[in-house]
């Protein structure tokens, strides 16, 4: 159905009047008419009763008044609301991060993005890899940060930075003084790691258990700077980032190699090949390529 001929028509049957009608949208009468003949031939039926001198429409006119008023309006509230989503998302760039990475690289990023660009508004989003994954496919992120350590051909990939994931124990742990060790090393160690929505606690069962044991894990938790704590307090060991543990100087903490596997510590930016990349994302990618790649 020609919805600007049934705006055109209803606006008939409001005036019940040819002449005001077409006043009051600026056409003249006979374009007006000629339209509302053109709906009659659309919808197969009569909407104006001809045979009566005063304006009268049919039962069929009736009808299309109602409920083509209804829809009318529903029309214009839905481009409404698709114009306010089209201009949110013009304005908005929804980005995944887990909080080790944001914490460590992204602050200065947003900062001086946004600066550059004042009127782009950046939410982000923090959570761990393993649930970034999931939000960038289920398009609740537009871009999401990850720890890369494997292929994925369902995404375009941008690699940020890599680095190393390292051992953290007390001044007091009996590894403390090695420079290197191996995981099969750990086999009875007390593990503080990451919860499941990292990829990095996933990691770690899995070098664990091709190292040929099972980590007895004693807690888990979100917050890494809790897990440093831990360790601090003398209860056990962590491993994390390096980037990240080196935010943690104290004289009671140290930084272990991890070997046999090495164990790399790879960031990189993931949109699914399903999403269109748009100009802001774009620019986005680019800068914090280029700014992440220069270190912390």
């Not at 109602?66 to 013009?90: A, F, H, N, P, T």
């Not at 290197?180 to 009875?188: D, S, T, W």
């Not at 099972?214 to 056990?236: K, R, Y």
């Not at 986005?284 to 280029?290: D, G, I, K």
């Amino acid at each position: 159905m020609n919805l600007k001929y049934l705006s055109y028509f209803i606006r008939v049957a409001e005036y019940e009047n040819f002449t005001k009608a077409s006043n009051a949208l600026f056409l003249c009468q006979s374009t007006l008419s000629k339209s509302v003949m053109a709906l009659e031939k659309e919808i197969g039926t009569s909407l104006i009763d001809r045979s009566c001198s005063e304006f009268r429409l049919t039962e069929h006119g009736r009808l299309l008044y109602q409920e083509g008023k209804y829809l009318l309006d529903m029309v214009q509230k839905q481009e409404e609301s698709i114009c306010s989503r089209i201009k949110g998302m013009q304005e908005t760039l929804r980005i995944g991060i887990p909080p080790v990475i944001l914490t460590a690289y992204f602050p200065s990023v947003i900062y001086e993005f946004q600066k550059q660009n004042p009127g782009m508004n950046i939410r982000v989003i923090e959570a761990g890899a393993n649930t970034i994954k999931k939000r960038v496919d289920n398009g609740s992120v537009d871009l999401g940060v990850i720890i890369f350590s494997f292929a994925y051909p369902d995404y375009h990939v941008f690699p940020l930075v890599s680095s190393w994931n390292v051992l953290l124990v007390h001044e007091l742990h009996h590894l403390a003084d090695k420079k290197n060790v191996r995981f099969k090393e750990l086999i009875y160690e007390d593990f503080m790691i990451l919860d499941h929505t990292y990829m990095l606690h996933d990691r770690i069962l899995s070098n664990c258990r091709n190292a040929g044991f099972e980590p007895h894990i004693t807690c888990q938790s979100s917050q890494w700077d809790f897990l440093a704590g831990m360790v601090a307090l003398n209860q056990g060991i962590t491993i994390l980032p390096l980037p990240i543990a080196m935010r943690f100087s104290s004289g009671s903490i140290r930084h272990i190699r991890l070997t046999e596997p090495e164990f790399p510590w790879e960031i990189a930016m993931i949109v699914s090949k399903q999403k269109y990349i748009s100009e802001r994302m774009d620019s986005f990618l680019r800068f914090a390529c280029e700014r992440v790649s220069k270190g912390p």
